[in-house]
C-alpha cells in the first residue's frame, strides 16, 4: 500500500510512504523551505516525488492539518482533497504538531512539546506523550506562545522540544530537529483508522488550524 503524504504547513514536504506487513518505508521524500507560492511548487514537487517511488497514483493521501499560515496550508489542503477526488482514494487529516510530536518520539522522546512558527515572535505549542508505537496522546492542546512564557513552561514541567528547525527561536535551547516524514504520517493515520474501527471517537478530518483567525482575511 502507498501514501501520498503533504504537509504545507511552513515549508512543504510531500513524500510516499510504502507500507507491507506492518513495515513502512519512505520510498520517495521532496521538500521545499520557501514560505511562497506553495500552490505553483506543489504540483512539481508532488509528481517528482511519485515518479522517484515509481507510481502513477497511491492508494490513500495523508495531509497536514496545520497550524500554519493561510495561503501555504490551504494550498495543501486544497491540493490534497483534488487529488483525493480524481484519483478516488482516502484522504486523512493529521495534525502537523502531533506528526512533529510522533516524530520526536521515534528519537527517544517521552514527553515532547513540539512548535512551529506562529509569526509575530510568537509559537504555536502542544504537549504529547507517546501512545505505543504509532501514535500520541495530547497532554495539552495546541496554544499561541511567546517564546519567554514557553521556556519558563518547560522550566516548570520539563520535555524535549521538537521544531522542524534548529533556528526558530533558539533561546529555547536544546531541541529534536524533526520533519513530517511519509512514514511517520502514515503510521499515525492507520493507528488512528485502527482506534476509530475499535470504536474511539477520533477523527481523521482536514480542517485546517489556521495560525489566527485574522490570518484567514489576510490572505
Same mark, same amino acid.
Given at each position: 500500500?502507498?501514501?501520498l503524504t503533504?504537509?504545507?504547513?511552513?515549508?512543504?514536504e510531500?513524500?510516499?510512504?510504502?507500507?507491507?506487513l506492518?513495515?513502512?518505508?519512505?520510498?520517495?521524500?521532496?521538500?521545499?523551505?520557501?514560505?511562497?507560492?506553495?500552490?505553483e511548487?506543489?504540483?512539481?514537487?508532488?509528481?517528482?516525488?511519485?515518479?522517484?517511488?515509481?507510481?502513477?497514483?497511491?492508494?490513500?493521501?495523508?495531509?497536514?492539518?496545520?497550524?500554519?499560515?493561510?495561503?501555504g496550508?490551504?494550498?495543501?489542503?486544497?491540493?490534497?482533497?483534488?487529488?483525493?477526488?480524481?484519483?478516488?482514494?482516502?484522504?486523512?487529516?493529521?495534525?502537523?504538531?502531533?506528526?512533529?510530536?510522533?516524530?520526536?518520539?521515534?528519537?527517544?522522546?517521552?514527553?515532547?512539546?513540539?512548535?512551529?512558527?506562529?509569526?509575530?515572535?510568537?509559537?504555536?505549542?502542544?504537549?504529547?506523550?507517546?501512545?505505543?508505537?504509532?501514535?500520541? +496522546?495530547?497532554? %495539552? $492542546?495546541? /496554544?499561541? #506562545?511567546?517564546?519567554?512564557?514557553?521556556?519558563?513552561? =518547560? !522550566? @516548570?514541567?520539563?520535555?524535549?522540544?521538537?521544531?522542524?528547525?534548529?533556528?526558530?527561536?533558539?533561546?529555547?535551547?536544546?531541541?529534536?530537529?524533526?520533519?513530517?516524514?511519509?512514514?511517520?504520517?502514515?503510521?499515525?493515520?492507520?493507528?488512528?483508522? +485502527?482506534?476509530i %474501527? $475499535?470504536? /474511539?471517537? #477520533?477523527?481523521?478530518?482536514?480542517?485546517?488550524?489556521? =495560525? !489566527? @483567525?485574522?490570518?484567514?482575511?489576510?490572505?
Amino acid at each position: 500500500m502507498h501514501f501520498l503524504t503533504i504537509d504545507s504547513s511552513t515549508g512543504i514536504e510531500v513524500g510516499v510512504c510504502r507500507c507491507e506487513l506492518g513495515e513502512y518505508r519512505d520510498i520517495a521524500v521532496a521538500a521545499s523551505t520557501s514560505t511562497r507560492e506553495h500552490a505553483e511548487k506543489l504540483t512539481p514537487l508532488i509528481q517528482g516525488a511519485l515518479s522517484e517511488a515509481g507510481i502513477e497514483r497511491p492508494d490513500a493521501i495523508v495531509v497536514g492539518t496545520g497550524p500554519g499560515a493561510f495561503t501555504g496550508l490551504r494550498a495543501g489542503l486544497v491540493t490534497a482533497h483534488t487529488l483525493a477526488r480524481a484519483w478516488d482514494v482516502p484522504l486523512y487529516g493529521v495534525s502537523t504538531l502531533e506528526i512533529l510530536g510522533l516524530a520526536a518520539a521515534d528519537e527517544g522522546g517521552q514527553e515532547i512539546v513540539p512548535i512551529v512558527d506562529a509569526r509575530r515572535k510568537e509559537v504555536y505549542a502542544m504537549r504529547v506523550r507517546p501512545m505505543g508505537g504509532d501514535d500520541v +496522546a495530547v497532554i %495539552e $492542546a495546541p /496554544e499561541v #506562545l511567546k517564546p519567554a512564557d514557553l521556556a519558563e513552561q =518547560l !522550566r @516548570r514541567e520539563p520535555a524535549v522540544l521538537a521544531a522542524m528547525s534548529a533556528d526558530l527561536y533558539p533561546e529555547l535551547g536544546e531541541r529534536l530537529v524533526v520533519a513530517p516524514r511519509p512514514s511517520v504520517m502514515a503510521r499515525i493515520a492507520q493507528s488512528r483508522l +485502527a482506534r476509530i %474501527e $475499535a470504536g /474511539e471517537e #477520533l477523527t481523521l478530518g482536514t480542517e485546517p488550524l489556521y =495560525l !489566527r @483567525r485574522p490570518d484567514i482575511h489576510r490572505g
